[in-house]
């Protein structure tokens, strides 16, 4: 069985310079899968710049395959990072958000995906 008690983290990141690609990709596989608390796969914020800030990464994927789901209170989350800003003023433009990723979660049971 794979119990997630509290929080389990991939991808993402608290960077002042810019974000490092997207919120991480999370693959898992499970007999008895049971999440008691949340996953997040979150982008990273973009960066300062001169005149622009940079860009958010976006949010990462996660992709959850079991035979069986015994989940109470599931949180998920794969937000985009928010822009950087920029440091000239009156000048400045703020970089844009990530897009959101994206969350899968289904049973194999039968030996097909089904989608939750």
Do not use: H
């Not at 008690?5 to 499970?30: H, K, N, Q």
């Not at 007999?31 to 979150?42: H, L, M, P, R, Y």
């Amino acid at each position: 069985m794979l119990e997630v008690l509290e929080r389990l983290v991939t991808g993402g990141g608290p960077y002042d310079r810019g974000g490092t690609g997207t919120g991480g990709l999370l693959v898992l596989f499970a007999d008895e899968f049971c999440n008691k608390g949340s996953i997040t796969s979150n982008g990273s914020a973009g960066g300062r710049g001169y005149r622009s800030g940079g860009g958010g990464s976006g949010g990462g994927s996660i992709n959850i395959f079991y035979n069986t789901n015994t989940s109470t209170s599931a949180s998920f989350s794969v937000s985009g990072g928010a822009g950087g800003a920029g440091t000239r003023r009156g000048e400045s433009a703020y970089g844009g958000t990530g897009g959101a990723g994206c969350i899968t979660k289904g049973s194999v049971a039968t030996g097909q995906f089904v989608k939750q």
